[in-house]
């Protein structure tokens, strides 16, 4: 079994971005969508992305954002993936990807199976299924029904997030066989607040369930 990938999202301090790298996080995600109650301020941001340069990913969460916004903030913090978790289109999703050079992920709630069929118009890097909770995007705390991974025809790679903590995260692995799974309430203090042990348990539970 390939080991599963761990992507540490909503982080807002650069000491927590450092930590997640440290063990051995595949990327970290900044979030600059203003309805986010972990939204990343772009200096510190700009700290991350100097930071972790070349160390692990660096992702930019962006809900229904102008894509100059997107190109804008890119630039200025080094983002080498770029996560969509609004109502953008295919063609917008392309677009992002050619203006920026960066990767894309193309993310959805899952409210039932026709969220996962409908994943399947996007080709973009990956797909990324997440819980859903009215109101929020990302960060919900809530799982979907992970049974619903079975009807996917997709061979793209796939991130697993929404509701996931140490406890959790390796029947998430069993259940979805994920290129990643994406954490962020998870291993939180409170919002935006890492905290460091909850952290260290979540990678100790992905790297056991693959040893």
Not at 12 to 34: I, P, Q
Not at 72 to 83: D, F, K, M, P, Y
Not at 112 to 138: I, M
């Amino acid at each position: 079994m390939s080991a599963t990938r761990v992507k540490i999202c909503g982080v807002t301090r650069l000491g927590d971005a450092e930590l997640a790298a440290e063990l051995g996080a595949w990327s970290v995600g900044m979030v600059f969508y203003e309805g986010s109650r972990r939204r990343c301020s772009l200096a510190e941001a700009e700290a991350i992305g100097a930071a972790l340069h070349r160390r692990a990913e660096l992702a930019g969460v962006f809900v229904n954002a102008p894509l100059e916004e997107v190109a804008r903030i890119s630039e200025r913090v080094g983002l080498t993936l770029i996560q969509l978790h609004g109502e953008e289109g295919p063609a917008f999703c392309a677009e992002v990807a050619r203006r920026t050079g960066a990767r894309t992920i193309k993310a959805v709630s899952v409210k039932g199976l026709f969220s996962v069929h409908d994943l399947e118009r996007f080709h973009t890097d990956f797909h990324l299924l997440d819980g859903y909770a009215p109101g929020l995007r990302g960060g919900t705390g809530h799982r979907f029904d992970w049974s619903l991974v079975s009807a996917r025809r997709s061979t793209l790679p796939l991130i697993v997030s929404g509701g996931l903590d140490a406890d959790g995260v390796a029947a998430a692995i069993d259940a979805t066989s994920p290129y990643a799974v994406d954490v962020s309430s998870g291993v939180e203090s409170a919002p935006g607040v890492k905290d460091h042990e909850r952290m260290r348990a979540f990678f100790e539970a992905v790297e056991a369930r693959v040893a």
